[in-house]
């Protein structure tokens, strides 16, 4: 690992923090690191996306999360939330999917809700959260078709919040399934810089961490 592998990675880097107890000095601190390491965006809940757009003053973007964690809110419910953010500055959103739907095979519901929250997009950044851990190969496969069609601009594997988070597998098939305009963002439980790496070096074009820029700190500190 050299230093511009790491460069790499927290250019594809969403720093982020979704604790519930998280305050806004925290808050603070985790966007001060985004903009001094070039993150790619910071990930942070709706209530602070105000806030956060006027201390960063244009210097990073900031992206927040719809339906988070759970993602069986109504349709209506997450358009609001999806509304209010971008009001409030967000450029980029995070929507997790409704997987009672998905277990009960109402494609159709799926689809009309992400392109709903894309038409609202605009131009802000969309990506669609699946919670890979909670489905079968098949249902994730179904999930890229759908993904595409709607053309959000990535797939994102988790909340983190889930039984599980990213993993080399579910990434190769969410890349080899997903149209050639669809990013991948692995989330969850990337903990380590070799493993941010090795997941950009499959296909990823965003990662989701909390830990990769403390991880990252010293070879900036090195003299």
């Known amino acids: 690992m050299n230093k511009n592998d790491v460069k790499r990675i927290l250019a594809a880097t969403d720093h982020t923090l979704l604790r519930p107890t998280a305050t806004f000095d925290e808050i603070k601190k985790l966007l001060t690191e985004g903009m001094e390491f070039g993150c790619a965006s910071c990930c942070i809940p709706t209530s602070y996306v105000d806030e956060a757009v006027d201390f960063v003053d244009g210097a990073l973007p900031i992206c927040t999360v719809i339906g988070f964690p759970n993602g069986y809110e109504t349709t209506g419910s997450k358009l609001f939330q999806t509304e209010d953010a971008l009001e409030g500055g967000a450029s980029e959103i995070d929507m997790v999917i409704n997987l009672g739907w998905v277990k009960d095979g109402l494609w159709d519901l799926i689809y009309d809700e992400i392109e709903q929250i894309r038409d609202l997009c605009d131009d802000a950044i969309l990506k669609v959260i699946i919670e890979t851990s909670e489905l079968e190969d ?54 380590t810089l070799e493993d941010a790496l090795a997941y950009l070096e499959i296909g990823a074009g965003r990662l989701g961490a909390s830990a990769l820029v403390g991880l990252a700190r010293p070879f900036f500190d090195e003299k």
């Open 138 to 191: 098949r249902e994730k496969i179904r999930l890229c078709e759908i993904v595409t069609d709607c053309e959000a601009d990535f797939i994102k594997t988790s909340t983190g919040f889930a039984s599980g988070g990213a993993t080399p597998d579910d990434v190769l098939l969410l890349c080899r399934h997903v149209g050639p305009h669809i990013g991948v963002k692995a989330s969850g439980g990337i903990r």
